[in-house]
Structure formats: C-alpha cells, structure tokens
C-alpha cells in the first residue's frame, strides 16, 4: 500500500503553518514502511502563497512545472486546515491514501486520516477521518464524507470544498497502486 503523510510546521513561531512537508511512503506487510521521497512548500510571510517549492510529486522520476503548479496548490490548500506543528515537530500530520473497491486498478476511494503522535512513546491517534469516493468508478469525485478538517469549530461548505480539493490533488500525485490480480492456472487432467 502506498500513502502519503503531509505534515504543517510553524518554523517562525507566528502561530500559524509556514512550511508543508509531505512524505510519500510505501508500505509492505512484514516489514517497517519505506520512505520513499519528499517534497516540501514554504509560506515564509504566511500570507496563505507559497513562497518556494520542490519535489517530484507526480512520481514520474524527475521535478517539472506540473509538480511545483501541483504542489503549490495542495500546499496552499493544506495550509488552510489549521492541523500544524509548533517549530519542526511532527507530531501531527493527515495520512492520504486510496482505495480500489472495483478492483479494476483505479482509485475509486480517497481517505484523509487526522493523525496525532509520534510513534513509540506517543502511538498514533486517529482524530478524525475524511474521505472522498467515486461510485460510479468514472475517475471523478463525486461525493464526500467531511468533518471539520480546518478545525475552525464549524462543519460546512468550506470543509467539503477543502476534502474533494486535497482528494483530487492526491489523485493526481498518482501515489496509489493499481489492483493487481491473481491468476491461477487449473491444473485439468487430460481425459
């Protein structure tokens, strides 16, 4: 399973997110998850634009105009959820990933998990979760569930808006797996 962890961090202490860090990882049953690159924005005024970004976050191996346009834009709407970090912790961070119930490959499900912890002193708390789905599996979001991912005390539009916004940008990111099928072959006797 491939998911991304993204984390907002208040390096200038002016209590606000200035910097988005997102962590593409790969995970294998059996053994401890690999990170497998990063990418990173910064806000330096923390105005709500992206001040300087970099990172391969289409996957494709190389940095291109796609990639700072798609992180710029998944950063500036991160940043807008007020779920940060004082200084350079990371304790709190939204864990993305898809799901693929039509088992035809494609990504049908986008899930934002609100996470809190560090690890093996503080386990990982899931606070809240969001998601994204597309049931009639033509490759579009048509419908979330949403709960208040900005945390400004009220569950409205502006949340639904910021969960399909992520959800399609991770999906774009193209961080998820195709379904992969089994074939076995019968052994028949010859009669």
């Known amino acids: 399973m491939r998911y991304l962890k993204v984390f907002a961090q208040d390096r200038t202490g002016v209590g606000r997110a200035d910097t988005v860090l997102l962590q593409f990882y790969q995970s294998t049953p059996g053994i401890q998850d690999s990170l497998i690159h990063h990418a990173v924005a910064y ?3 923390t105005d709500g634009k992206i001040d300087y970004s970099r990172g391969d976050v289409t996957n494709d191996g190389r940095e291109s105009r796609l ?3 798609l992180l710029d834009r998944f950063a500036s709407a991160y940043l807008k959820l007020n779920w940060f970090n004082p200084g350079t912790t990371s304790t709190r961070y939204m864990k993305f990933f ?3 119930f039509y088992k035809d490959g494609t990504p049908d499900t986008v899930r934002l998990h609100v996470q809190e912890g560090a690890g093996n002193t503080h386990p990982h708390t899931l606070v809240a979760w969001n998601a994204a789905y597309d049931f009639d599996n033509d490759q579009v979001l048509e419908w979330n569930i949403h709960f208040d991912i900005n945390h400004d005390g ?6 639904r808006r910021l969960v399909h916004q992520l959800a399609e940008l991770y999906l774009l990111f193209s961080w998820h797996e195709p379904q992969t099928f089994e074939v076995k072959v019968l052994d ?4």
């Open 43 to 45: 806000d330096f005024p």
């Open 188 to 191: 028949i006797p010859a009669s």
């Open 67 to 69: 990639d700072k346009v």
């Open 154 to 159: 009220v569950i409205d539009d502006l949340d």
């Open 98 to 100: 898809s799901e693929d």
